[in-house]
């Protein structure tokens, strides 16, 4: 037996496997690696294929829409594109999508398209309520569809100031640009109209005012003639709103209502002509009233008309003008004096008496005052001319 050393074993290996030697370009060759395992069957099937580019699909719509959802949310959120405040009109029965169009036609929001899902996504699809709106410079999709959710429209006011005719009102009711459609075909009875401001959004009509003014003026004077004193010279409202109309022009101190009311009730109580000069002035010129720079003459105050107090006994037919709650509230409830005349004292006042004689000093100390006034007005001319108006109204204030 033969024992094979080491170097032996090594020296037969390399006699089994000996060395070839390459070139330089079979040594910078890449060697071939391992192949890859063959697909199987199943991998190969169509089924399979569809289904994982479905999912694949999935997954990239998935992203989008996550993507689009965060980006429009920011739009819907971010500052809108309006420079400056304005308003905007959303009528009756309007659609989200008309509003969003609008809104983007108007330069209020970037995308119509989203606004319009903003609101749905929101779940307010059918909670935009008609009205007009003022929407800020710069507003969000999001305050915008807020304030129109909100329903917080810009309010209008239409002012009737007490002593109005109804002839006056129905001319401030008609140009009131606010109110819409055309004025009743009929003028309501002279009195009937509430005195007072209505508060209104664009759109009501004009027909629906004056309801409203009618109603409130009904309801007004059932309410105080109500609660009137018992022992009143008048025969029903009609009545009642009559004198309540004449205080109301005689004056516009709400400190001397009740007083001058109190002696338009005495003199009634004693048969005495009531002698009021607004009266005369409606009998002259109804409704329209009389012109700024009209005075009124001796003829005037003699000339009967059905109105004219100087002339007739008792109150007039009708009232003359639209009178206000203060008013009403004076006839209801007169102040309990004997006083029978009353003047302007020269301050927007009036100085009352029980007697004629009383009243008239009274009456020529105003007629002296309104001398006194007329020379230094010509004393104002002939120093200088623009010192007219400063003259005239340091003769008031004394």
């Not at 309501?188 to 007072?196: F, M």
């Not at 107090?309 to 109150?315: A, E, F, R």
């Not at 003008?321 to 409830?333: D, I, Q, R």
């Amino acid at each position: 037996m033969s024992i094979n050393t080491p170097d032996q074993g090594q020296g037969a290996q390399r006699a089994a496997n000996p060395i070839v030697p390459k070139t330089a370009q079979e040594a910078l060759r890449p060697e071939i690696g391992t192949p890859p395992p063959k697909r199987s069957r199943a991998s190969r099937n169509q089924i399979v294929v569809f289904m994982n580019f479905m999912m694949s699909t999935a997954v990239l719509v998935v992203l989008a829409g996550g993507a689009a959802l965060y980006f429009g949310k920011q739009e819907f959120n971010g500052e809108g594109p309006s420079a400056a405040p304005t308003t905007f009109l959303v009528k009756e029965k309007t659609g989200v999508q008309d509003i969003a169009d609008q809104l983007e036609r108007r330069g209020l929001v970037s995308d119509a398209r989203i606004f319009r899902m903003g609101v749905r996504a929101y779940g307010n699809d059918g909670s935009l309520k008609a009205g007009e709106y003022e929407i800020q410079a710069g507003a969000s999709m999001h305050e915008i569809m807020e304030l129109l959710k909100s329903g917080k429209s810009v309010q209008y006011s239409l002012t009737i100031p007490e002593g109005l005719t109804v002839e006056q009102a129905w001319k401030r009711i008609a140009e009131q640009e606010a109110l819409s459609g055309d004025m009743p075909a009929e003028m309501p009875a002279e009195g009937a109209l509430a005195a007072d401001t209505q508060r209104f959004t664009r759109g009501l009509t004009r027909q629906q005012i004056v309801n409203k003014m009618l109603a409130d003026q009904k309801e007004l004077v059932e309410t105080i003639w109500a609660r009137r004193s018992p022992d009143l010279p008048l025969a029903d409202v009609n009545e009642f709103v009559t004198l309540a109309s004449i205080v109301e022009k005689e004056t516009a101190r709400g400190d001397e209502r009740s007083r001058v009311a109190a002696v338009f009730i005495n003199r009634l109580n004693k048969g005495m002509r009531l002698q009021s000069d607004p009266t005369i002035i409606y009998g002259l010129f109804g409704g329209k009233g009389k012109p700024a720079d009209r005075p009124i003459y001796r003829s005037d105050i003699d000339k009967p008309t059905p109105y004219n107090t100087y002339t007739i006994k008792g109150l007039p037919p009708t009232p003359i003008a639209n009178p206000g709650k203060a008013s009403l509230e004076a006839v209801a409830n007169p102040s309990k004096t004997k006083d029978l005349y009353f003047v302007a004292d020269g301050s927007g006042g009036h100085v009352f008496a029980e007697t004629l004689d009383e009243h008239n000093e009274n009456v020529a100390r105003w007629r002296a005052f309104q001398r006194k006034v007329v020379e230094d007005e010509k004393a104002a001319d002939e120093v200088d001319p623009a010192k007219k108006d400063a003259a005239t109204t340091n003769a008031v204030k004394k």
